[in-house]
Every structure is written in structure tokens, then in C-alpha cells.
Antibody
Framework: QITVKESGPTLVKPTQTLTLTCAFSGFSLNTHGVGVGWIRQPPGKALQWLALIFWDDDKRYSPSLKSRLNITKDTSKNHVVLTMTNMDPVDTGTYYCAHRPGYSSGWAFDFWGQGALVTVSS | DIQMTQSPSSLSASVGDRVTITCRAS??????LNWYLQKPGKAPKLLVY???RLQSGVPSRFSGSGSGTDFTLTISSLQPEDFATYYCQQSYSTPYTFGPGTKLDIK
């Protein structure tokens, strides 16, 4: 059974760096085709795709946020970490991590964490 | 980036109604289109992937169709638990953009 769970600070100050961890179980990030992604959702707004890391360590980012994002994986710990620099109040929202299986599932996100609410405020 | 649009942005319907939501991509994404349902305060749930394939465990009243740039999600007979926000997402090329959502509420 696949599970993913986000963890990190609930409150960060403007200009600080946010570090979020996605702990997963039930799959290996060494398996061909598998990825873990991050998606966020400002309060009352739509989902926004942020970043994705693949089994082969290929990394993809939202172009509008690329300069501020870094995604890494630790397959020995079954963790994926997302950092976002220079946080601003507009970055407030719920941050989700999600499992992306291979092509057999159309590269959709099939398992999601419960989300981590992050507030950016001084 | 591939831009995704959805229509309508909101929709009121009754239990038992047949409902269709449309999603359009700014360029061809072949059939790499996914649909999610999200209830308030909850994570999105995958309903349909690859335009028409029902995710395991999803009721058969949900169906998806389309290819290229135009896609639809149909709910054949609305149930009380279906009132939520629906998002489409393309997984053809990164960034895997989402549509703006369609909020379905009770008439």
C-alpha cells in the first residue's frame, strides 16, 4: 500500500527558506518510471504544479518558480525534499506531495499526501 | 507551458443529474489528460487517467473522453458525495499543468 506524507514548518517568515519533506512507503524511487511530485494550493485557489523528481534523478520545475526551487531524493530513507527560497506571503498555501507511477497510469498522480499548510508571515 | 482551461467554472446540479465538464489544452496532449476530484480540506483524488481510464475503485458513473486538445468528464448520475471541485491536468510535458477547476455544488 502506497502512502506519502508531508512534513515541515507551518509558519515561515518572509525571505526565509522553506524545507518540506515527503516521506513515502509502498514503492521505490529506484523503480523505472516512478516519480514524486510537489503541488501547492493557495487558500481558495487552484492546484499549482511545482516540481517532480524521477527515479533516475531527473528533476523538473515550474518555470515561474525554478530559480527558487530545489528537489532532492534520498532513496535509502524513502524521502523527497523540496526547498523553496525567499518565501513571500503569496506562497502561503497547502503543499502536497504525490506519487507518480510509470506510463501504465498515464503519468498521473495516483497517491497524494494529506498536505502541509504553510503560512508565510512576519 | 501548456495552458489548461475548464468550463464551466462552476455548476449547480441535483442528485441524479447527468453532468459534463470540459477541459481544453492549449496544444495537443494526445490522451495524457487526468481528472481529479477535491473536497474541501482534502487532498485531490485521481478519478480518470489517460483521458478515459478509470482509476481503480472509482465508481463507473464517472467517465472520461477526448484526445488532442478537447476532453470531457461525465458523471452519469450525480450522487451526494460527488459535490466537489474537479480539476483536469495534463501529463504530456512538464510542467504538468492543472486546469483552474470546476466547482460542482447542489442546486
Amino acid at each position: 500500500q502506497i502512502t506519502v506524507k508531508e512534513s515541515g514548518p507551518t509558519l515561515v517568515k518572509p525571505t526565509q527558506t522553506l524545507t518540506l519533506t515527503c516521506a513515502f512507503s509502498g514503492f521505490s524511487l529506484n523503480t523505472h518510471g516512478v516519480g514524486v511530485g510537489w503541488i501547492r494550493q493557495p487558500p481558495g485557489k487552484a492546484l499549482q504544479w511545482l516540481a517532480l523528481i524521477f527515479w533516475d534523478d531527473d528533476k523538473r520545475y515550474s518555470p515561474s518558480l525554478k530559480s527558487r526551487l530545489n528537489i532532492t531524493k534520498d532513496t535509502s530513507k524513502n524521502h523527497v525534499v523540496l526547498t523553496m527560497t525567499n518565501m513571500d506571503p503569496v506562497d502561503t498555501g497547502t503543499y502536497y506531495c504525490a506519487h507518480r507511477p510509470g506510463y501504465s497510469s498515464g503519468w498521473a498522480f495516483d497517491f497524494w499526501g494529506q498536505g502541509a499548510l504553510v503560512t508565510v508571515s512576519s | 507551458d501548456i495552458q489548461m482551461t475548464q468550463s464551466p467554472s462552476s455548476l449547480s446540479a441535483s442528485v441524479g443529474d447527468r453532468v459534463t465538464i470540459t477541459c481544453r489544452a492549449s496544444q495537443s496532449i494526445i490522451s495524457l489528460l487526468n481528472w481529479y476530484l477535491q473536497k474541501p480540506g482534502k487532498a485531490p483524488k485521481l478519478l480518470v487517467y489517460s483521458a478515459s481510464r478509470l482509476q481503480s475503485g472509482v465508481p463507473s458513473r464517472f467517465s472520461g473522453s477526448g484526445s488532442g486538445t478537447d476532453f470531457t468528464l461525465t458523471i452519469s448520475s450525480l450522487q451526494p458525495e460527488d459535490f466537489a471541485t474537479y480539476y483536469c491536468q495534463q501529463s504530456y510535458s512538464t510542467p504538468y499543468t492543472f486546469g483552474p477547476g470546476t466547482k460542482l455544488d447542489i442546486k
